[in-house]
């Protein structure tokens, strides 16, 4: 029998019973928006707009120009740069092609892929490759190899592979490379000191284990060794069972749960592992979902309370489709829906409609506004790729649904 007395009982129950109620308020909220907000989806148009931005930004030697300003007269040297948010915008270009949209953007994306593996990518050792952090583009100290470069790296690259547009060797380096960063936990650790020429085990990086998880599920679907496989499934479910007592201060890690997404729809999982992952995923949906501004008449409707930055809600359309995919309950289904329906609206109104920037998205969604800080206008390549792959994901579920 229970009692209800004892600690490991009522938190639990108090904990359940504010989703419940975060969960009810956010679902009668958005269910009075959602048909109105949705009638005009697919965002076949914003998808276009920000595409064109991206493919007008790879420069004649296949780099990105990393940041632009809405006045066009504002401009920046190319000299500040990051190596893991190049790779994150040729996987949004690749990604553009897997949803079912046109390939006019291909031959470009490997050109800049090219590049990219000619600049970043080095080899380590007799069988590791790594993605570099330049110090003078990055402003860091000295040179260094992150795990979470490496897995969007292979996110990115590893299709190439079938198109016999790289080596093998270069992806299985970067495989090489993550599992060597993994300790017996599953944690994978945030870079290694090329100076130093050792693993930096102190350092944190609340997102990198799972970007590295989700390179290893690429890397496994074009070379399916279970070295792959069995590494994702361990730094997944490290962050499953690690993060669970964070209960709603959990961190939302939309690479971690693309990772579970691609487990469950290739059923690469035990029934119980099945059962701590899509935990992991619903603990993550909930306080995003509470947080959400769901007043229609509020300026910032479908952003959310303390975050209208566009890359990063960005991330969270990203991981909250993903999610959609990892949940057997389908009224956590319906909510993610309405959420993802309003998120996507407030993006398509803070895009850069006209003008030589049409199809970038600022730094803060306040660059409409005057007085705001003059970092708010700044278009970052990154603030695009993340605001793509968002829509291109809610995209697909419009599709499969039919529900628009």
């Known amino acids: 029998m229970f009692d209800i007395s004892s600690p490991t009982v009522y938190i639990p129950i ?6 419940a109620i975060f969960v009810s308020i956010l679902y009668k909220d958005a269910k009075k928006n959602t048909h109105e907000n949705t009638k005009d989806l697919p965002y076949f148009s914003e998808i276009a707009l920000s595409m064109n931005y991206i493919n007008r930004n790879i420069l004649e030697d296949g780099r990105f120009q990393y940041r632009k300003n809405i006045d066009p007269e504002i401009t920046y040297n190319n000299n500040i740069y990051n190596s893991l948010r ?23 994306r490997i050109k800049s892929s090219k590049y990219f593996i000619e600049r970043y990518v080095k080899k380590l050792g007799k069988d590791k490759y790594i993605v570099l952090s330049i110090p003078e583009e990055e402003q860091i100290k000295f040179p260094i190899a992150k795990s979470g470069a490496a897995g969007v790296a292979l996110c990115a690259l590893s299709n190439l ?32 000191d090329l100076k130093a020429k050792t693993i930096n085990k102190e350092a944190e990086a609340v997102f990198y284990p799972g970007e590295a998880a989700a390179g290893l599920m690429y890397l496994y679907e074009v070379d399916p060794q279970q070295k792959w496989l069995d590494a994702a499934k361990k730094t997944v479910l ?19 749960v693309l990772t579970i997404e691609k487990l469950f729809q290739n059923n690469l999982v035990t029934p119980e592992e099945k059962v701590t992952l899509r935990n992991y995923a619903e603990q993550m949906a909930i306080p995003t979902l509470s947080n959400q501004i769901t007043n229609s008449n509020n300026s910032y409707f479908g952003a959310f309370k303390d975050n209208i930055r566009p890359c990063s809600l960005g991330t969270i359309m990203e991981g909250l489709s993903s999610i959609y995919f990892c949940t057997d309950s389908e009224n956590l289904k319906k909510i993610i829906f309405k959420s993802l329906s309003i998120g996507c609206i407030f993006l398509s109104k803070v895009q850069v409609k006209t003008g030589e920037q049409a199809g970038g998205l600022p730094n803060s969604a306040n660059w409409v506004k005057p007085g705001v800080t003059p970092n708010a206008s700044v278009i970052r390549i990154d603030n695009v790729q993340h605001v793509v792959t968002g829509w291109l994901k809610f995209q697909n579920i419009l599709k499969i649904t039919g529900n628009y």
């Open 238 to 256: 490290y962050l499953a069972k690690s993060r669970k007592a964070l209960e709603a201060e959990i961190p939302f890690d939309h690479w971690s």
């Open 86 to 108: 190049h790779a994150g915008t040729l996987y949004s270009m690749y990604m553009y092609e897997q949803y079912g949209l046109v390939q006019k953007y291909k031959e470009a």
């Open 14 to 19: 108090i904990f359940l019973t504010l989703v």
């Open 161 to 192: 592979y079938k198109d016999n547009e790289i080596d093998l060797e270069i992806i299985q380096g970067l495989g090489n490379f993550l599992l060597a960063l993994q300790n017996e936990d599953g944690n994978i650790y945030a870079y290694y």
